[in-house]
């Protein structure tokens, strides 16, 4: 695969989406060990879009993140004002057009794996609270309520956790789990040693079948694309708890809803959500939300939503912010980058 290579002094590096504590890690990195790039980051808060594409005027990459939509238009617009890289400061890729930017001539890289842990101990979280009703429980003491009647939970201990995809949130997130003395099972076409110490692999419907709670690490993809749907949902234990802290997508909400209301689910807890890019990053708080079936998500009491939080700690972001930067290094330099995803003499990665 050919390289492209940026041939200037400086580096002009329009980042979207860019909220406070981006801008802290990014220029903190940039400051401690990446002078000699002369990156000049331009920061803005809102997302990359069509009408958003001029605030990369004079910029030779964009730096973008989950909800930054990154399609062929947008791709073509910024390739005439002569952006040349774009770099996302997140894993999944499923909001980048590849194959045009590999029309374009584009350089495209990611972050494609910082802290598993982040994710796998915020997923473990959201299991403890829906379980325990910490998030009722907080609320009723704050009111002087000490009712403890509908915060029953159960012993983690010997129940089975159905894991749908083992990479390596999925495995940090079994790693945890085993500690608690739960029997695992996974989903993932592509089988690891490391879980087969730790639970044993399994189909789909059997995991929904047998699985006390459910939780979601797979990527979103045409072929995982409402993985949890009308007809899969029917295998699910009645009374299961689904998690997914992966890509909204893998669930088609309308048929979750449906169960949630069945009793079907026992408990949803959800970090992403299909729609999320109108509403997630944003304050709402003083705004009418019109989106129907996120606002009757968020009416169930057995429904913890947060806004895609998954990955915010300060490790997490310390490896983002260092990754970030080395792949703009080998986009200056014109060296083997590999989280290239195009344009950086290495393999698109699995
Ligand atoms: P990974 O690539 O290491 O693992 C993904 C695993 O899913 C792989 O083992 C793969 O074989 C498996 N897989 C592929 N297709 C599958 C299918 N149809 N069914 C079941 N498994 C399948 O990725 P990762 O670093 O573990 O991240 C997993 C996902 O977590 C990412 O795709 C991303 O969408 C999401 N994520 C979310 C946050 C957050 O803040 N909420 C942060 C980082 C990543």
Redesign the pocket.
Known sequence: MQHIKWQKPVLRVAVFSAQPYDKRFLNQINLAHFQSLHAELVYHISPLSEESVPLAALCDAVCVFVNDCVDEPVLKLLSEQGVRGVFLR???FNNVDLKAAEKLGMFVARVP?YS?EA?AEFTIAIMLTLNRRTHRAYNRVREGNFDLNSLLGFNMHKKTVGI???????LAVARILKGFGCNLVA????E?EEFKALGSYTT?DDLLQQSDIVTL?????D??KH?INRSSLKCLKTGAMLIN???GGLIDTSAVIDALKSGKIGALGL??YEEEANLFYVDHSADIIHDDVFQRLVTFPNVLVTG????LTEEALTEIAETTFQNLQHFADGTECKNALVGGGAKTA?
Not at 164 to 170: A, D
Not at 217 to 221: N, R, T
């Open positions: 997140c894993a999944g794996a598993p994710v749908v995809g083992v990479g390596k949130i999925g989903y993932d076409p592509y690891v789909l690490h797979c990527p979103f993809m072929s995982t993985l802290t992966s890509r970090d992403v895609h939080q998954a990955f699995k």
